[in-house]
């Protein structure tokens, strides 16, 4: 990556610190410890069905998904690879010592003989431990109950639609409940059946069938259904890719009901589309979205749809323009599974995908066409380009790519990669045929170039979701400021850590601000946060007794509850500070936000800043009604909304001190950069 161009600075303005980063970029680096990191299976499909020379399924040996979570709660990612056939998974538990041990069968997951296929995982039930969804070819499918302890236990009778191959199932939580719900989409050889299907999530562990009309009847053949909010409305949209035929975007209208829109908001020229990666590439605000595909420029092919991969760049609103030849990323021979991450953590995201077809099934004239491409990763050089490195950078596999998934596997803060690969039946007459082996890949991150990090986790308290799923993270250092969205989506056959917030930060030792933004509505604020660090942040602490209210209704804010104890607590409102606990009262309706300031004992340092949203109906309006969602990329919480009504307080406002006031004294001097000073050296020390 080429970073920000302009050169490195620090300015110091009212005794405040800012500066402008510069992406480091040496290249990026990948070593392969596969073997020595104990990762010793390969996919293993079953016997083909052989027909006229040929198999009649080629998707029964297109499986083999793997997820990458943290299943017992040490710290450490766990990978759990589903072998494909009749092979019972592998559970790989991460011993932090760079290397993994197969422990499948003392955590319950001794199951054989399930023709495995794509898997997810997420905190389902919302009790803090993560929990899998393994799917199969023709189902029933698995739900994999987490105990809290890293063991399973298993429900084949829940989750039994659809009955045939489900490469990618996804979490994601369409009413903000707190509770997710589950997207499988199956592939078939028959079109004209339902393809993809949604299950409610009605609380705790109870999943049933939700109704979704948009697609009860299309002939579709889903491989990669994914939760995201594209138009930036606090709801889960559903984006899915297809084979044989365009992408889809459903927008969630925000009861959980979805409408099509994919013939107005840009999307839906890909063709033969596999996987699907999602995120703010160009740091703007707003999510994109990458569709692999199938590029070969052989006339005979044409009639195939093979105009090859897809970008479709977000304008802010959730409709999108087609920027594939522009970023350059069009090529990709015949891709499968796509990840964005920030590969040289310079601040911008990066994009991976695997491909490979070995298979001759489709067409006879393809013997080989492409059996031995590499994988493909595209730098992002910051100026909405991309440059292809795979094979510098170490990351050229060659094998039948299927899944890709990003991981910090060794928590070193860069991301390593996690491939899984087919292994290939070679028809080498009209019934014979020969194994070739499909081991996956483990590639450890081992750029050198110095770059920061963050990671960021969430801790949600009912009836947000424990992990956050849905909310989104910002930092901001200097000028630019990124964006994540926490998922527990699948981008075909792999899934990482989601709900871990990963930003790379090029020479910023410290960002500036790191927002969290809940699907509550509610924020959390830290504010010059050292780097290279993983934080875990809170749902807001302080209580608010009442988020929907009736005019003239009053609420009372308490931050007792916020931790660190013994420390200065207040809350602002336009403009004004008050002492807490307070108290106001609503005298027009509007959609309000109210702050609340936990500083250091003595008021010079703050600690956390928590948002919230209140919603304020006339007088005999839906008290419970949603309050209307404010775009959460606009950083700045006294911009957020503009309401105009006349208040009535019950407490009178204490004067608010100067903004750079860090030593309490109601001026501002040297005294206050020594405050900024102290704490700096403070936080960097070990």
Not at 224 to 247: I, K, M, T
Not at 475 to 494: C, H, I, K, P
């Amino acid at each position: 990556m080429k970073g920000l161009i302009a050169a490195c600075f620090t300015v110091l303005t009212a005794l405040l610190w800012s500066s402008v980063a510069c992406g480091q970029s040496t290249g990026i680096q990948f070593e392969d410890q596969t073997l020595a990191a104990g990762i010793i299976y390969s996919h293993t499909p079953p016997v083909p069905i052989i027909s006229e020379g040929r198999p009649i399924k080629a998707m029964t040996w297109t499986v083999g998904g793997a997820v990458a979570e943290d299943f017992d709660g040490d710290g450490w990612m766990d990978i759990f690879y589903s072998r494909g056939g009749f092979a019972p998974p592998a559970l790989f538990m991460n011993q932090g010592d760079g290397t993994f041990v197969d422990e499948a069968v003392s955590r319950g997951l001794d199951l054989t003989s399930q023709e495995g296929s794509g898997a997810a995982a997420a905190d389902y039930d919302n009790d803090g431990d993560i929990d899998i969804v393994w799917a199969t070819e023709f189902g029933p499918h698995y739900l994999l109950t987490n105990k809290g302890d890293g063991t399973f236990e298993v429900d084949q009778t829940t989750v039994t639609q659809p009955t045939y191959n489900v490469t990618s199932p996804s979490f994601g939580d369409v009413d903000n409940d707190g509770f997710l719900e589950l997207a499988l989409g199956g592939w078939d050889s028959n079109p004209s059946e339902q393809h993809l299907f949604l299950y409610k999530n009605t609380g705790g562990s109870s999943l049933e069938p939700y109704d979704f009309t948009p697609l009860a009847s299309l002939p579709l053949l889903v491989f990669s259904p994914r939760f995201a909010d594209v138009n930036n409305d606090g709801f889960q949209d559903l984006p899915v890719v297809c084979d044989f035929e365009n992408s889809k975007l459903y927008i969630n209208e925000g009861d959980g009901a979805f409408i099509d829109f994919t013939a107005t908001n840009g999307t839906g020229s890909d063709e033969n589309g596999m996987g699907s990666a999602i995120g703010d590439y160009d740091n703007d605000g707003d999510l994109d979205w990458f569709v692999s595909s199938i590029y070969d420029v052989s006339p005979e092919l044409a009639y195939w749809g093979v105009t090859g991969n897809r970008l479709y760049r977000n304008q802010g609103d959730g409709v999108f323009e087609d920027v594939t030849d522009s970023a350059g990323v069009r090529h990709g021979f015949w891709g499968w599974g796509s990840t964005f991450g920030d590969f040289d953590n310079d601040g911008d995201l990066d994009l991976f995908h695997v491909n490979g077809w070995a298979e001759t099934d489709l067409d006879p004239s393809l013997p080989g066409r492409f059996n031995d491409k590499p994988a493909r990763l595209f730098d992002n050089q910051g100026d909405g380009t991309f440059e292809e490195v795979a094979m510098d950078a170490g990351a050229n596999d060659t094998g039948q790519g299927r899944g890709a998934a990003t991981l910090d596997y060794d928590n070193d803060g860069d991301l390593d990669l996690f491939i899984t690969n087919n292994q290939i039946l070679q028809m080498t007459g009209p019934s014979a045929y020969t194994r070739l082996p499909g081991p996956p890949r483990l590639l450890e991150n081992t750029s050198s170039n110095g770059n920061h990090w963050l990671k960021v986790h969430l801790q949600g308290e009912p009836p947000l979701h424990r992990q956050g799923i849905g909310s989104r993270v910002y930092v901001t250092d200097g000028t630019r400021t990124q964006m994540r969205e926490l998922n527990a989506s699948t981008g075909f056959m792999a899934q990482g850590p989601g709900r871990i917030a990963h930003f790379g930060l090029g020479d910023a030792g410290m960002v500036d601000e790191i927002r969290a933004e809940w699907v509550s509505g509610d924020a959390t604020v830290l504010e010059n946060v050292i780097s290279d660090q993983t934080l875990t942040i809170p749902s807001p602490q302080a209580s608010v007794s009442k988020k929907n209210l009736e005019v003239g209704q009053s609420i009372r804010m308490d931050g007792t509850s916020a931790e660190p104890a013994n420390n200065s607590r207040s809350w602002s409102f336009q403009g004004s500070v008050y002492a807490d606990p307070t108290s106001l009262t609503f005298d027009q309706p509007g959609d309000y936000e109210v702050i609340f300031n936990l500083s250091t004992s003595d008021g010079s340092t703050l600690i956390r800043r928590e948002i919230f949203r209140i919603h304020v109906q006339q007088v005999g309006g839906d008290p419970t009604a949603t309050p209307t969602p404010t775009k959460p990329n606009d950083m700045d919480p006294t911009n957020t909304f503009t309401p105009s009504p006349t208040l009535s307080v019950t407490l009178t406002p204490t004067p608010t001190p100067p903004s750079a006031d860090f030593d309490g004294d109601n001026d501002v001097d040297a005294d206050d950069l020594l405050v900024i000073l102290g704490e700096w050296r403070n936080r960097a020390r070990p």
